[in-house]
């Protein structure tokens, strides 16, 4: 496996709770990686460590091949990061919004301004490159942040929980632009609590209380389990977590 994220019995505590616990796992280039779990799992928890904004109280990880502990700001620079809660500027229009982030990662206004044109015509909101962001549906916000996310191209993009809140079928629109990404080589690594969204992920882990208790293709952890959805593995881990 051409590996783009490892994580070693990665560990994150706060005083007395393990939010975390001793995790491991690899992630290809390319993969859509899903990181499944209920609220409170641990998800955002050990995505904030693998995005160099949390350290880690034990354990190792590798994103992009720097350590996540020791060159947390050489990880941003190689990484996209869409969070749970809409991150865009909503008082700049939505090329506004394009070019200042794409200048946070760095890249020149040369490169900048023909790249914008191309994204919105993508999108379908080059007639609305001049409106403001607090003015667009919920689900033009969210493809939006995603293609700011990915604006610069970067090795990995970490999705924290993007598709709340949003209809299943701008959910569903969603999902192609993350296929899309994958097919140029961007790595996916998405937490969602949405257990349908499962299966559109290469190889999905399930967290319950912090530790990873499954790892594997959708196709394979249905036939583990005996079940017809991701719900009812999920059901069946999280049983196993209340019990324990």
């Known amino acids: 496996m051409n ?18 616990d001793h995790i491991s796992f690899e992630v290809a280039k390319g993969e859509i990686f899903g990181f499944l779990g209920a609220n ?3 998800k955002t928890t050990a995505m904030r460590m693998l995005c160099g904004l949390s350290k880690p109280t034990s354990g190792q990880g590798l994103v992009a091949g720097y350590d996540i502990a020791k060159q947390p700001e050489e990880v941003k620079k190689h990484i996209g990061y869409m969070s749970q809660k809409f991150s865009l ?15 946070i990662y760095g890249m020149n206004i040369k490169q900048i301004r023909p790249k914008i044109d191309e994204k ?3 999108l379908g909101l080059f007639d609305e490159r ?4 607090s003015q667009l549906p919920l689900g033009w916000k969210q493809k939006l942040a995603f293609s700011v ?12 929980e993007p598709t709340g809140g949003v209809d299943p079928i701008t959910r569903r629109q969603f999902w192609e632009l993350i296929y899309e990404a994958a097919d140029r080589g961007i790595t996916i690594f ?18 319950v209380d912090g530790k990873i208790e ?10 583990r389990f005996r079940a017809a959805t991701m719900d009812e593995v999920f059901y069946q881990l999280a049983r196993k977590g209340r019990e324990n």
């Open 3 to 20: 590996s783009v994220i490892q994580a070693s019995q990665l560990t994150k505590r706060f005083g007395n709770f393990t939010a975390v």
């Open 120 to 122: 919105l015509h993508q």
């Open 89 to 103: 500027y909503e008082d700049l229009k939505v090329w506004e919004n394009m070019q200042l982030y794409a200048g």
């Open 190 to 207: 998405v937490t969602t609590h949405y257990m349908d969204e499962a299966e559109y992920c290469h190889r999905i882990s399930m967290m």
């Open 130 to 133: 001049n409106t403001f962001v």
């Open 149 to 160: 996310a990915i604006f610069h191209e970067p090795q990995i993009v970490f999705l924290d």
């Open 214 to 223: 499954a790892l594997d293709t959708p196709k394979n952890l249905r036939e």
């Open 40 to 42: 409170g799992a641990g």
